[in-house]
């Protein structure tokens, strides 16, 4: 079968697609003929060998796809050879097959294409987990978005609309706020201006953000910090912007703000049952026309290196699937 791999960390132009022994599932696992898999930041950085989990090289990147069940392993008994599947694998998703845990194979919500259904799992994942789970968000609060025109930025517009909340988006571009703006997004704004955060406590009346959603970190993160209310949430969900900010702690003493890690993969492999849950809930947004993955480019295998490249660079918008079958 063809595969996108990674033979060394490195830059992540040295991918190529290779023709590999396709995979087994062993007990406990499903193998999946994949139909779609979307790219994630995460992809970008373990290629590179700068995210937290260093896979054994060679290895075949992706984290998350949809597709139809090809054999199970056993034990397996909730799914079965030609279910319609999505599901979270960590890697190997950049691939015409993929194994993956079966604690991490659901089926593929009714009405979601394949395309969506590979690029829900892991961004809707983690924004519930991180606006619900761990910022305890609240109908009628304040949410700040930062990165808000990326996947998991679209996500977490989405869920904190579905949850009540009000949101305000933060994007470099006007294309990007008017695609958070589609999402559901209350107010933009520009945050590559100075003194951004004077109109997020514009926007809030003077108080500030009562939780922000921060996946870009970089010289973002102490703006959005400073703009984050008293007693409020302030969530580290990743570092887009490549810099993992120092922050000075005497802004949580002023305002008893809060620092709340969101580690959504590590979450879900300690409670699978919270994980299950959390799709479960997430799939009846869906079908309530709550929750829409925001797909806006499909790639090939052969186009799938450019692709991770442009959203390592943050140049793209929404999330990006690639067709391993063309």
Known sequence: MKALRCNAFGPIQTLSVEDIDAPSPAAGEVLVDVHAASINFPDALMVQGLYQVKPELPFTPGAELAGVVSAVGEGVKHVKTGDRVVCSTGTGAFAEQAVADAKRVIPLPDGMDYDAGASFVLVYGTSLHALQTIGKLQAGENLLVLGAAGGVGIAAIEIAKAMGARVIAAASSEEKRELARQAGADETVDYTQPEWRREVERLTDGKGAD??????????????????????RYLVVGFAAGDIPKLPLNLCLLKERAILGVFWGAAMAREPKQLMADLQQLAGWF???????????????????????RLASRKAMGKIVVLPRG
């Open 287 to 309: 079908k309530e026309g709550k929750v829409k993955p925001p797909v806006t480019e499909r790639v090939t295998l052969d186009q799938a290196a450019d692709a991770i490249e």
């Open 211 to 232: 939780v922000v959603y921060d996946a870009v970190g970089g010289p973002y993160a102490e703006p959005a910090l400073r703009a984050t209310a008293w007693r409020g």
